[in-house]
């Protein structure tokens, strides 16, 4: 089967910033959705925007087995193995120089006294964010815990691919399984730590999963309507409110089955919902969610005085400047990154 970028799933990305930034303007800059005149912003909307950020996260997490899985796919179509040079380079350079100059602007907005940050913020560096009680610099390196979660992934995935080639769909099923066996286990007894944390690879590995039975999915999924997945949406938002109750593990798993059937429908079903997430422009966007979600983090800080005007501006300037890094950085960056490979340059990385 031939590999082809899927429009939609970058439509997907984009939302999920969409809903990241959102939420992080309601609980960490400076106004909240609260307050005159924002009182029915917070009475209609600002009850939805936690499961934004929440959904956008887990959904981007699922994205990212999918699609590295994908890769792997086609690399080993293409030449007969995978390269683990190949993989760890091109990762180093699709990951590594965003994030150094995101904190070399943090380091000198705060030598300019308008940002606070501490020296734990070079821990970002380090991918173990995600550690329990991690310090990474404050709100300027608290949402790299996601990143922390997917570059320590990056890790195992491959090795999965060359190790067990003939049974590794049943490999990362029976990962599937043990993850939710520890997420049932640390939700009855209310653990906490390194245990806890690896909920997080769930998701990760369900993408996995979809990406290796995508064969099977495609014709199944090839004729949906946009009705199945505006449903299937809605439920997120369902669910989400349901996580934070006795039964939250459960519904987390739920969640997950959720966001597979809704990007797998609109990856591969030819409905108005799923080519409206094909729309350029927001596949544009989805394509530089890496930037913009690191610097998300700068635009949404609680700056004092900061009104909503002055986060309008800084959120539209984020993403313009995403935009542009993408394009004139982070892409020609990526080129490098494969051409460092052993084999022959792959499609760029998502």
């Not at 380091?107 to 173990?128: E, K, S």
């Amino acid at each position: 089967m031939e590999h082809r970028r899927l429009d939609a799933v970058d439509g997907w990305r984009a939302l999920c910033v969409l809903g990241v930034i959102l939420a992080h303007l309601s609980d960490q800059s400076s106004i909240g959705f609260t307050g005159p005149p924002a009182g029915l912003l917070q009475t209609l909307f600002r009850p939805l925007l936690p499961e934004m950020g929440n959904n956008g996260v887990t959904i981007f997490f699922v994205i990212s087995g999918f699609v590295i899985v994908r890769s792997l796919l086609q690399e080993e179509r293409e030449f007969g193995g995978l390269s683990l040079k190949g993989f760890y380079a091109r990762r180093t350079f699709r990951i590594v120089p965003p994030i150094v100059l995101y904190l070399s602007v943090i380091l000198a907005c705060a030598a300019f006294g308008l940002v606070a940050v501490d020296p734990t913020i070079f821990r970002v560096l380090t991918f173990t964010c995600n550690l329990p009680d991690a310090n990474c610099g404050g709100i300027l390196g608290a949402h790299t815990w996601s990143l922390s979660v997917e570059e320590q992934f990056y890790l195992f995935a491959p090795l999965v691919f060359s190790s067990f080639r003939s049974a590794r769909g049943k490999v990362i099923a029976g990962l599937c399984a043990g993850l939710v066996a520890v997420l049932l286990v640390t939700q009855v007894l209310n653990l906490s730590g390194p245990l806890a944390s690896l909920r997080n690879f769930l998701p990760i590995s369900a993408g996995m999963l979809c990406a290796l039975n995508e064969h099977r999915l495609r014709p199944r999924l090839a004729h949906g309507g946009s009705f199945t997945l505006l449903l299937g949406v809605a439920s997120l938002f369902v669910v989400g409110r349901l996580m934070d109750t006795r039964l939250g593990a459960i519904f987390f798993v739920v969640q997950i089955a959720i966001v597979c059937f809704c990007l797998m429908h609109s990856a591969f079903a030819n409905s108005a919902a799923a080519r409206a997430l094909a729309w350029p422009p927001l596949v544009q966007v989805g394509r530089a969610s890496y930037g913009i979600y690191l610097w998300q983090q700068l635009a949404t800080y609680p700056f004092p005085g900061a009104g909503p005007g002055f986060y309008l501006v800084a959120v539209v300037a984020c993403v313009a400047v995403a935009l542009v890094l993408f394009r004139f950085v982070e892409t020609p960056l990526i080129r490098i990154g494969r051409n460092l490979s052993w084999r022959e340059p792959m499609p760029l990385p998502a």
